[in-house]
């Protein structure tokens, strides 16, 4: 670990390891940024409200920490209120992330499931209908696995099916649920990854549910659009939150950096998802932002 600016040009996350999920409040220092946004100089700045999510109503889910917790929050700030969906070994993340939503006055309820479980998707939607009295206006499929494997003949069927069943089919039921709660104005936000497209070896199952999940967008955004619902995606790259302890060996841990010279931080995805989320994309539909540090993808 170097000792510059987590937005700085060269900074290096810690090298550790976690088991998975991984936890937020386990994270060495210097620990992600939820609120902050880079201003290019090494710095950071709180990042700006406009109330451009007044009074909307969101479901994420692995909302308690990374890139959850720093689009739950962010959505707070701009006036929204939010339903989590976590793990249940996350529940001292998700009360952490609970306080700092209502924070800023907004409303935060927490729901601890499996999403494995396609009756658990259909619980989230309906516990965010009760909440939200019967609308949702933004759903943000954010919940993810992984693990890395550096060659096929040692993935396992089992982590292969587990990943799916965590990475995509979620991702499909919740949208499904969630789609008669919707009117026009809605928006649909999935995660996807830089994976998808520059295919990551040792993450095989893991880039294949995100390349799915870049055509699973495309397909319900040409369904939806003419509704008024936009369905776009995120394609982070090297991001510092708990899933990289958890999941990568030593030597990523290393090699975790960008073009920019560094990671990202879960606050500059979630600006990303907060503008998909609001009019300001209201023209954006069907559509991949590559929040990836300045790697060059096509597609």
């Not at 009074?55 to 920490?65: E, F, V």
């Not at 929050?73 to 701009?78: G, K």
């Not at 700092?100 to 259909?122: F, I, M, P, W």
């Not at 958890?246 to 950096?257: G, L, P, Y």
């Amino acid at each position: 670990m170097t000792d510059k600016s987590q937005f700085e040009s060269g900074h290096k996350v810690p090298v550790t390891k976690q088991s998975f999920p991984g936890k937020e409040g386990k994270m060495p220092n210097p620990t992600p940024l939820f609120d902050e946004i880079p201003t290019f100089d090494g710095k950071s700045q709180k990042y700006k409200a406009a109330g451009k999510l007044q009074d909307r109503k969101a479901i994420i889910t692995g909302g308690d920490s990374g890139i959850g917790r720093a689009t739950a929050i962010l959505f707070a700030m701009e006036g929204a209120d939010t339903l989590i969906a976590y793990l249940p070994e996350e529940e001292d993340d998700a009360q952490e992330t609970k306080k700092r939503v209502e924070a800023y006055g907004r409303k935060c309820h927490l729901l601890s499931t499996d999403l494995r479980d396609r009756a658990n998707c259909q619980k989230v939607v309906d516990e965010a209908v009760k909440a939200f009295g019967g609308r949702i206006d933004i759903l943000f499929n954010n919940a993810a696995f992984q693990n890395m494997v550096d060659d096929i003949s040692k993935l396992s069927e089992e982590q292969w099916l587990n990943t799916f069943n965590t990475n995509i089919h979620p991702y499909f039921y919740l949208a499904k649920y969630a789609l008669p709660h919707m009117k026009p104005g809605s928006t649909i936000i999935n995660n996807a990854s830089i994976n998808a497209y520059t295919g990551r070896p040792d993450l095989l199952d893991y880039t294949s549910t995100k390349g799915a999940i870049v055509s699973f967008t495309r397909g319900l955004s040409n369904q939806q659009v003419g509704k008024g619902i936009r369905v776009n995606a995120v394609a982070p790259g090297p991001v510092w939150t708990p899933l990289i302890p958890a999941t990568m060996t030593e030597d990523a841990q290393r090699q975790f950096t960008s073009p920019m010279g560094r990671p990202a931080q879960p606050s500059e995805v979630a600006t990303c998802v907060v503008f998909l989320a609001s009019t300001d994309s209201s023209a954006i539909s069907g559509q991949t932002i590559h929040c990836n540090g300045g790697t060059v993808v096509s597609g």
